[in-house]
């Protein structure tokens, strides 16, 4: 089983949530799109077989899964135990699996990238974690962060019993919390459209950034 440490801010509902969903996620409609953002990563942010790399809320591996093979060691951290079981039986090479909640117990190690996908909007406080992920990086070491463009309430639905606790962000006010927490040179790119029902597509962005 993953390292376990107590994941008290996570809510129960988010968890149970995840750790229900945990089974089938690779097979939803969303992930299927969401393979698109690895494939960007790998072809277009820099990678080095030197590097410290961390997924926050890792779920099933999405991202954690593809950079393993091209980094040192990439860790893996998630609150759902059983959405990192997932991960774990794909047996993937130089992958450390954390149970954990990043808010409240802060990051494992120290490391040369933070990455994450779809995640940020199931973080109440975004100012603390962005804290925790500079205080986690070493100088010079950078984020690479995908979420949600701010929507309407529409893209999860049933927010509440989901966890959401941000429809999605506005780019001005994520960079202002991450400058806040110590990055720098904010930059957000239109990374992916994904689509839900026959006629809704969200943007999702990717922001970058670096620790002095
Ligand atoms: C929507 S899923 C995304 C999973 C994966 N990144 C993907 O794109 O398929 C969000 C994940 O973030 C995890 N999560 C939410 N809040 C967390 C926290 N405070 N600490 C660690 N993991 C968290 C959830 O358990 C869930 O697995």
């Given at each position: ?53 961390l997924d926050f809320?890792a779920?099933?591996?999405?991202l954690a ?9 990439m860790?893996a951290l ?37 990455v994450s ?96």
């Open positions: 089983m993953p390292s376990t440490t107590t994941p008290p801010s996570s809510s129960a509902t988010q968890r149970s949530h995840f750790d229900a969903a945990a089974a089938q996620w690779d097979q939803r409609p969303m992930s299927q799109q969401l393979a698109a953002v690895p494939a960007y990563f790998l072809e277009h942010l820099p990678w080095s077989a030197h590097e410290e790399v809320g779920g099933t591996g999405l899964a593809a950079l393993a093979p091209r980094v040192a060691q860790t998630d609150s759902s135990s059983a959405m990192l079981q997932v991960l774990q039986d794909k047996n993937v090479p130089n992958l450390r699996l954390q149970v954990g909640d990043a808010v409240a117990s802060g990051l494992p190690g120290r490391y040369h990238a933070i996908c779809m995640a940020l909007h199931h973080v109440a406080d975004i100012g603390t974690l962005l804290r925790v992920f500079a205080d986690a990086l070493h100088p010079g070491g950078r984020v690479a962060l995908v979420d949600l463009y701010a929507e309407d309430g529409s893209f999860h639905g049933d927010n509440a019993a989901k966890g959401v606790q941000h429809l999605g962000f506005d780019p001005q006010a994520l960079q202002a919390l991450a400058e806040q927490a110590g990055l720098q040179d904010i930059a957000f790119t239109d990374i992916l459209r994904v689509q839900r029902g026959n006629d809704r597509s969200y943007p999702l962005f990717l922001m970058t950034g670096y620790k002095p």
